[in-house]
């Protein structure tokens, strides 16, 4: 892991600026779908976790303490980005496989992944989903959307409509 990190730190940066662009926009795929292996396997962490404290007797409402942090420490992040991070996590696994895949692939970011969860939070599960088909389902839609589009997924919710001005 310390080679990859020390490869990336050490390469040198191509002679031409359409190069250079061209690598920029790898790198940032590549933060990309390594944030969405990040909250893939900040699930797999908080369920394994939740499963060894239940294996030890842990009364269920207490499982899962600390998970939170522990990834936090493995992010370099405080303990309520942990937490955020987890959530996104959760959210993407069970209610978002379309924002999840566009991660995974590198297709969008995190923060652009964060919008979208955040945005349909207060939406009933099917809801969320199908703003997520829509939103998410086309990657190459999605990527043309700015951050203020992807905040106001109300205008392609199925089941809500949008107030009117005035």
């Given at each position: 892991?310390?080679?990859?990190?020390?490869?990336?730190a050490?390469?040198?940066?191509?002679?031409?600026?359409g190069?250079?662009?061209?690598?920029?926009?790898a790198?940032?795929?590549?933060?990309?779908?390594?944030?969405?292996?990040?909250?893939?396997?900040?699930?797999?962490?908080?369920?394994?976790?939740?499963?060894?404290?239940?294996?030890?007797?842990?009364p269920?409402?207490?499982?899962?303490?600390?998970?939170?942090?522990?990834?936090?420490?493995?992010?370099?992040?405080?303990?309520?980005?942990?937490?955020q991070?987890?959530?996104?996590?959760?959210v993407?696994?069970?209610?978002?496989?379309?924002?999840?895949?566009?991660?995974?692939?590198?297709?969008?970011?995190?923060?652009?992944?964060?919008?979208?969860?955040?945005?349909?939070?207060?939406?009933?599960?099917?809801?969320?989903?199908?703003?997520?088909?829509?939103?998410?389902?086309?990657?190459?839609?999605?990527?043309?959307?700015?951050?203020?589009?992807?905040?106001?997924?109300?205008?392609?919710?199925?089941?809500r409509?949008?107030?009117?001005?005035?």
């Open positions: 892991m310390e080679r990859w990190v020390a490869a990336v050490t390469a040198p940066g191509p002679a031409q600026d190069a250079r662009l061209d690598l920029i926009t790198l940032e795929h590549l933060k990309n779908a390594a944030a969405g292996l990040q909250a893939a396997l900040s699930v797999e962490v908080d369920a394994s976790m939740r499963a060894r404290a239940a294996e030890r007797g842990v269920e409402s207490r499982q899962g303490q600390g998970v939170a942090h522990e990834i936090a420490l493995a992010r370099c992040e405080s303990p309520h980005r942990g937490q991070h987890l959530g996104l996590g959760k993407l696994a069970t209610e978002m496989p379309h924002t999840r895949a566009a991660l995974r692939a590198g297709r969008v970011s995190e923060w652009r992944a964060t919008i979208l969860a955040r945005e349909t939070a207060c939406l009933s599960r099917a809801d969320r989903r199908e703003v997520d088909r829509r939103v998410a389902g086309d990657v190459g839609a999605l990527e043309l959307l700015g951050d203020r589009e992807l905040g106001m997924p109300y205008a392609v919710t199925p089941t409509s949008t107030p009117s001005p005035g």
